[in-house]
């Protein structure tokens, strides 16, 4: 496995390559991740990790300094399942002050938008940065981060870039708790009132899937049942898949949302619906 850090490293040992696999990270590498590289391994000949705490998609009050930084125990972790990890700095990134930007679709305003304003601008014009870099066949990304993943389909859709994005289940723990980096933040008696957030978003689905028409009512009641236990609620939406527009059930594929603070740290999940 080779450790790159510059782009013309990378596109020199690329140059010869069939076929790319590309599974772009922030590090900090966990079972979830593992699994995307899994994923990646049978799309591409060659599989390209990228790891990049990218500044331009944290608030200037967001976890960007604390974020764990932890390159050698994450090329450790990937060492037989990854061909290339890509590993550039912020100067080799954004050599300059950057100034051309992705301008994503409205729907970065909402739901995380809402609460991280500039998050998705700076996701998605590091994400169209890296496609250019590694130009791979086919790059995976998590569900978890479901809004994301869904601006990276429009971002390749709408500018034409010739990569299939593939979109891989949450893992979670095994009491069903999503992974996710920020989970290390957790106290213990944290972490066991977040699987809270899931058991949540079970219970709006099993509601609906049991013919509750009241979506107001019900992500209203989500909210409240979170708060009473301590939680500082973002928002609890269901909202349609194609394009997370809000729902009268007419549309059959649906997606509950939900994002919410634990303590000091902001936790988010999603379930998918087929009625
Ligand atoms: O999901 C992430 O880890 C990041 O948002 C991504 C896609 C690597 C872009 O920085």
Redesign the pocket.
């Known amino acids: 496995m080779r450790i790159i850090s510059t782009a013309d490293e990378l596109r020199q040992h690329l140059s010869k390559e069939a076929s790319i696999a590309f599974v772009?990270?922030?590090g900090n590498l966990h079972e979830g991740h593992l699994k995307l590289v899994s994923i990646a391994r049978a799309q591409g000949q060659c599989v390209v990790v990228s790891i990049?705490v990218?500044p331009l998609?944290f608030g200037p009050s967001e976890d960007f300094d604390k974020y764990p930084r932890t390159l050698e125990a994450d090329c450790a972790q990937l060492q037989g399942l990854a061909d290339v990890v890509f590993a550039p700095s912020v100067a080799e990134m954004y050599p300059a002050h950057q100034t051309v930007f992705v301008e994503p679709p409205a729907i970065a305003n909402e739901l995380e938008g809402a609460t991280r304003p500039g998050h998705f601008r700076g996701?998605a014009t590091?994400?169209l940065k890296l496609l250019h870099i590694v130009q791979p066949q086919a790059a995976v990304?998590g569900k978890k981060?479901y809004q994301?993943l869904h601006i990276i389909r429009k971002l390749v859709a709408e500018l034409n870039l010739p990569v299939n994005i593939i979109g891989c289940e949450t893992v979670r723990d095994e009491d069903g708790l999503a992974l996710s980096s920020r989970n290390q933040y957790l106290s213990p008696v944290e972490r066991s009132e977040a699987l809270f957030l899931y058991q949540t978003l079970l219970g709006v689905r099993q509601a609906i899937l049991k013919g509750e028409k009241n979506l107001e009512h019900l992500q209203q009641q989500a909210v409240e049942a979170l708060a009473a236990r301590g939680w500082k609620v973002d928002y609890v939406a269901v909202r349609r898949q194609s394009d997370l527009q809000p729902t009268g059930l007419a549309d059959r594929e649906l997606v509950i949302l939900a994002a919410a603070k634990l303590g000091e740290t902001r936790l988010i999940d999603n379930v998918e619906l087929s009625l």
Request: glycine share 0%; net charge negative; aromatic share 16%.
């Open positions: 772009p990270t922030m990049f990218n998609q996701m590091v994400v990304f981060d994301q």
